[in-house]
């Protein structure tokens, strides 16, 4: 390559002076900091048990003990997130508060208090934007940033992470997870390996072995329903899914097929995108045929609402305000909503409001062809 360039000088008449020796190393330079620029240094940093660390550090009293942040164990609420206090006793996020009760009787029930979370979640928010403004929040509490190029020209990723917990923690006294990496998929499994008050790197040599070792619900977008397909085609692993062609993959599941052909392979090209600040989720579905009966109908939306509640909760996302929206056989299409005190992420709470909804349209009377419900309002960075 080098001598490419340098012949047509040679041919020019260019004699081996200093001058020239120093053309040659520009390129050598250039072409070297190209190939590094492909290898991004990318940190994800997510706080240790937020919600329930947040209500152990405002009363002392919590402290050392098992607390479990949702709705009070009498009631239908479910676990928002628990101390690892609690953990030990198998109590985890999105478990009912009756089933957690019921494993640990002598646990702390708390209620959430969003607007502290929401005021910490600014604050550590703050912390990442000393280093780089290419910071992607995914929820309250999880970021990815990008220091591949960063405001204090801190060469390595793994100093700008330790740098980002320790301040974190003089800030809000609380503690974080970190994972450095070269793509946003491996540095967030990364930030979850050593929790709590992790910090694990994963560079591209550690990478392949690490990725076929990893369980397949651990990839980026594999939830329940996939999990449970890919143990059908025998996937189980990491190493399992590198063994699928990409054409089978696609067959089996859509454009995201190719997705997982890429990511297992460590190929994860998803810039940090600070201007990602989602405003609603929904979901809808035109049906096979126009239909009028409501109990039809309530069927269609539970099935939208179960799953809503399950991107909802993958994406950590609540959201106060419920809108159905029905489009009648006619085409005309009408939405209704509600706006909630508190945030909400499940299924049956949704479809509690979504009949009330219902009810004020006039499906039923004229038939429907699609039905939608979205949460807005959200409870988000
Ligand atoms: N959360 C929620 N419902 C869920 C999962 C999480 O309301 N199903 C909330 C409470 C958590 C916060 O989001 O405190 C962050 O979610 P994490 O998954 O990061 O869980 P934690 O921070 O609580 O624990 P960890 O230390 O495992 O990150
Ligand atoms: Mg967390």
């Not at 929820?139 to 700008?160: F, M, P, Q, R």
């Not at 297992?264 to 239909?291: A, C, F, Y």
């Not at 056989?329 to 005190?341: G, N, P």
Request: include cysteine; proline fraction near 4%.
């Amino acid at each position: 390559m080098v001598t490419l360039c340098a012949a047509p000088r040679v041919a020019a008449g260019l004699k081996k002076t200093k001058k020239y020796t120093i053309i040659i190393t520009e390129q050598i330079t250039n072409k070297m900091s190209e190939e590094k620029e492909k290898i991004r240094k990318i940190i994800h940093v997510d706080m240790d048990a937020f919600y329930a660390s947040v209500e152990q550090r405002d009363r002392p009293e919590l402290r050392g003990k098992p607390v479990v942040v949702g709705g009070p164990p009498n009631s239908r609420g479910v676990v928002a997130t628990c101390s690892y206090e609690a953990r030990k006793y198998g109590i985890h996020s999105a478990m009912p508060s009756s089933q957690a009760f019921r494993l640990c009787p002598w646990a702390i029930f708390v209620k959430p208090r969003f607007d502290v979370y929401t005021n910490v979640s600014k604050e550590i928010r703050e912390i990442f934007y000393e280093y780089t403004d290419l910071v992607e929040p995914l929820s309250l509490d999880e970021a990815y940033l990008d220091v591949t190029e960063n405001k204090k020209g801190i060469l390595l990723a793994t100093e700008v992470a330790r740098q980002i917990l320790k301040k974190i923690y003089q800030k809000t006294r609380l503690t974080a997870s970190a994972g450095v990496s070269f793509n946003k998929f491996l540095a967030k499994i990364a930030s979850d390996i050593n929790k709590p008050k992790g910090l694990t790197v994963i560079t591209p040599k550690m990478a392949p072995a690490f990725i076929d070792r990893l369980p397949i619900r651990k990839f980026f977008g594999v939830g329940k329903v996939t999990e449970k397909k890919m143990a059908a085609l025998g996937i189980k692993t990491g190493a399992d899914l590198k063994k699928m062609k990409k054409e089978e993959l696609i067959n089996h599941f859509g454009k995201v097929g190719s997705f997982y052909y890429n990511i297992v392979r460590s190929i994860d090209d998803r810039p940090v995108n600070p201007h990602r600040i989602r405003k609603s989720m929904g979901e809808e579905q035109t049906l096979s045929k126009d239909i009028d009966d409501r109990q039809q109908m309530l069927q269609v939306l539970e099935k939208i609402a179960r799953s809503l509640e399950e991107h909802l909760k993958k994406n950590r996302i609540k959201g106060r305000t419920i809108t159905l929206k029905v489009k009648y056989y006619d085409f005309k299409q009408i939405t209704r909503s509600i706006t909630l005190e508190a945030p909400v992420d499940e299924a049956d709470m949704i479809m509690k409001y979504v009949k009330t909804l219902l009810d004020k349209t006039e499906a039923g009377k004229k038939k429907v062809r699609l039905l939608g419900i979205t949460l807005s309002s959200l409870l988000t960075p």
